[in-house]
């Protein structure tokens, strides 16, 4: 029963929000809660994430410029890279192009003396040719007279020597 | 604590005892007509709202230091929780009161953790809810009134009553104008922490009157889903009440350090 009076007591005051006895306490306690989570909020927590985003911001930041710079390292790369293959092409053209120059003087040097030398013993046959052929003409010349005379002989007529040999001469030049 | 006494068979709604403050470690003599736990408090006495209080500076603590205790570049889930909470606010005090604002901050972050802890710990079967009481919101909504209202005067002067004087009206309604404004602002503070409590003690008064229709047993499915569906709304209220007290102590200070409209 005696609860009951205390529970219509507390009931005649009212809502308990109203009950201004209670206020002090409440308004002590929460200044010293709002203080306590001011504290540890400037002194603590947010300076730590604050921080912490911070950080992330500078890492990811910094991370984008690396790889960028990285993407031009590999496009330089790639360009020296190029160049490289553009030089040795042209380096490899030129040997080319050289060693053929090369080639071609030294065949047409050795051909140039190859027909020198041709010329020259072509010239030398024909040299040897030309006595040979002298030497034959002069034989047949020769042999020719020597047979007409025999064959003027054989037919029993005396020969003049010196008319066979004009009459043969004059056959063997016309 | 009445509850024992009751009639058999009679509905016994107590919604507003859930409100009362108490001291801690204390029981009441039922012998006496004075209860022993809510007689005369003094200013010093452990109650369960220093209880209550406490708890919410603890989970503050647990959000936002522990939580963040690694200062990990990837955040873990409790970090991400506490950098939620700090880009949330840091970005409505950027975007609400300027960046002049952000000088501020610490004090905005201050009272959304305590309103949002707050509100969240009352919302525990059994919990106190300190942000339901008058006293408390009072205090947060007369202390942002004051701070901002000085912090007018020291950042712009007499010029801050420019304020009340809506330059843009017509000359003729502008006394009319600074009239209302001058009682808008005054009944801004009031406005503010009855808001938050009015909206704390509602829920979760309804939620108690829930809770005593379930004493019936034909109603109490009905009874219990609707302290379910009130539950889920006093969720969703705890949020919103942290988060509009915390983006109006904002548009104060935005007046505060740009009173000219």
Known sequence: MATETAGAAEDSVGLPQLDFSTFDNQIF????????????????????????????????TNDIAAAEELKHKATAAEAAYDKALADARAEADRIVGETKAEIQSELDAELAKADAEIAARTSESEAAIAEIRDGAKDSVREVAKD???????ALGRDADQSA??????????S | MATGGEESG???????????????????????????CT??????????????????????????VLGTRNRAVVPSRSQSIGELAYGFIHKMVEDVAGREGLKYFPYIMTLFMFIVMANFLGLIPTSFTTTSHIAVTAVLGFGVFIAVTVL?????????????????????LRPILALIEVISYFVRPVSHSIRLAGNLMAGHAVLKVFAGFAQVTAIAPIAIFGVVAIYGLEVLVSFIQAYVFTILTCVYLKDALHPHH
């Open chain 2, 10 to 36: 009679a509905l016994s709604f107590h919604p507003m005892d859930q409100f009362i403050v108490s001291r801690l470690f204390c029981s009441d003599d039922a012998e006496t007509a004075v209860n022993e």
């Open chain 1, 164 to 173: 066979v040999d004009k009459a043969v001469e004059k056959e063997m030049t």
């Open chain 2, 39 to 64: 007689y005369d408090i003094a200013w010093y006495e452990l109650t369960n709202v220093t209880l209550w209080l406490a708890l919410a500076v603890l989970a503050v603590f647990a959000m936002l």
């Open chain 1, 29 to 60: 306690w929460l200044v010293v809660a709002l203080l306590a989570i001011y504290f540890i909020l400037s002194r603590i927590a947010l300076p730590r994430i604050g921080s912490v985003l911070a950080e992330r911001q500078g890492t990811i």
């Open chain 2, 152 to 172: 007018g005067f020291v950042k712009n002067g007499a010029s801050f009553l420019g304020l009340f004087w809506v330059s843009s009206a017509p000359l003729v």
């Open chain 1, 147 to 153: 047979t007409a005379m025999a064959i003027v002989a």
